[in-house]
Structure formats: C-alpha cells, structure tokens
C-alpha cells in the first residue's frame, strides 16, 4: 500500500479516537451536575419528610402548653371558690371551672392523637432517612467514579494528541492538505470514506461523474456533496 495512504487512514483512526474521547469527557461536567442535582433532590424530600414530622412535634408541645395554662386555671379557681362567700360568685367560679374542665379533656384528646400519629410516623421518618443516607452514598460513589473516568479520558485523548501529531507529520503535505481541509468542511467524523456503487459512504450521496472518474488510491478526491475524502 502507499506509504502515504497508511499514514492517512492511522491519522484519521487517531483523530477518529480522539473525537470521541472529546465527547465523552464534554459530557462528564453534565453527568457530574446531573448527580449533584439528584443529591439535593434527595436532601430537599428529605427535609420535606423531616418538617412535617417537625411541625406535628412542634403542635404537640403547644398543646400541652395550654394543657398546662388550662390546669393553672382550673386550680387557681378552685382556690377562690373556696374562699368565695357569695352564691353568684360560687356559680361563676363553677362554670369556669366546667370549661377548663372540657378544655383539658379536649386537649388531651388532641395530645393523645398527636402522640399517636408521632409514633407512627416516627418509624416511617427514620426508614426514609437510612434510605436517603443510602442513596445519597451510592450517588457519591458515582461521583467519585466519574472523577477517575474523567482523568482516564483525559490520559488517552492527551495521549491521542500527541499520537495525532505524530502520524501527521509522517503524511505528505499534500495528502494532509487536504485532510485538513476535509476535516474543516466536515463537522464530524469520519473525514475518510470509501466510495461505494457510486455513492460517498459518510452522506450516502452519488457524487459527480467526473468526481467518480478521479477516485483512484493514490489519490484524493473529496466529495462534492459532503467533502470527505473518497477511497476505492
Ligand atoms: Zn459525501
């Protein structure tokens, strides 16, 4: 084979490496905010589960609070029934008294239902949480798994560069001219393809007849449709 034509199609199967590994380490920011991204949707659920639990906590202590404003109501009264002497302060005492009563018989209903829907949720919170703390942990693992494909990726394409420059300089002028030319026209590889029943194999399209006529292999001829490079 040519010398020449070897040297084109390892240039062109290094730079085709290359693009590649440029693709996938352009997509390794994306994958790495799109983990992030699902770590905080997780602290957000998280907080979400952990605030109604809160807030159910936080109605419970408010109650027993006026439980406890209620009971001091209830004895301070009883207090000055017992010093009262007049029957219509008595009666007036006894009616406070009957609604402090209901009052706390109320509350503790509230308390006790409040107790009853903490220790519920109180399993159901811990469980989303070790889950989320899992989760959470797995994500990282990508992370830190992606960090070490992304500097791999690099390594190569650092070595593919170099490797890319290298062939290069083993191509005639002439022959990497117009490569570079290709490579400008195109705006993905491949740049160099073969010419099948009259057609160019990277658009598929018919070239010209005077175009075919040209394609032989120790020449170069682009397509006129696409501007590869065409091979017999
Ligand atoms: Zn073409």
Redesign the pocket.
Request: aromatic share 0%.
């Given at each position: 084979m040519n010398p020449d034509v070897q040297s084109l199609f390892e240039l062109h199967a290094k730079d085709v490496e290359r693009i590649a590994l440029e693709k996938k380490l352009a997509e390794c920011p994306r994958e790495k905010a799109r983990l992030n991204d699902k770590i905080k949707a997780e602290h957000v659920l998280m907080d979400e589960k952990t605030a109604g639990f809160r807030a159910l906590e936080l109605h419970r202590k408010q109650l027993e609070q006026e439980l406890s404003v209620q009971e001091s109501s209830l004895m301070k009264a009883k207090t000055q029934q017992a010093q009262v002497k007049k029957q219509d302060e008595y009666d007036l005492l006894s009616h406070q008294m009957q609604e402090c009563t209901q009052k706390i018989d109320d509350l503790q209903n509230e308390i006790l239902n409040d107790l009853l829907e903490i220790d519920r949720q109180k399993p159901i919170v811990a469980d989303f949480q070790a889950q989320a703390k899992v989760q959470i942990g797995e994500i990282e693992k990508e992370i830190v798994a992606l960090d070490a494909e992304q500097v791999r990726l690099q390594e190569l394409h650092d070595r593919d560069v170099a490797l890319s420059a290298e062939l290069a300089q083993r191509v005639s002028k002439e022959w990497l001219d117009a490569y570079r030319t290709a490579q400008s026209r195109v705006k993905s590889p491949p740049y160099l393809v073969q010419f099948i029943d009259g057609r160019?194999q990277?658009?598929y399209?018919k070239?010209s007849t005077d175009v075919a006529q040209q394609i032989r292999s120790d020449t170069l001829v682009a397509?006129d449709?696409?501007g590869?490079l065409l091979y017999p």
């Open positions: 160019c990277g658009c399209l070239v397509c449709q696409c590869r």
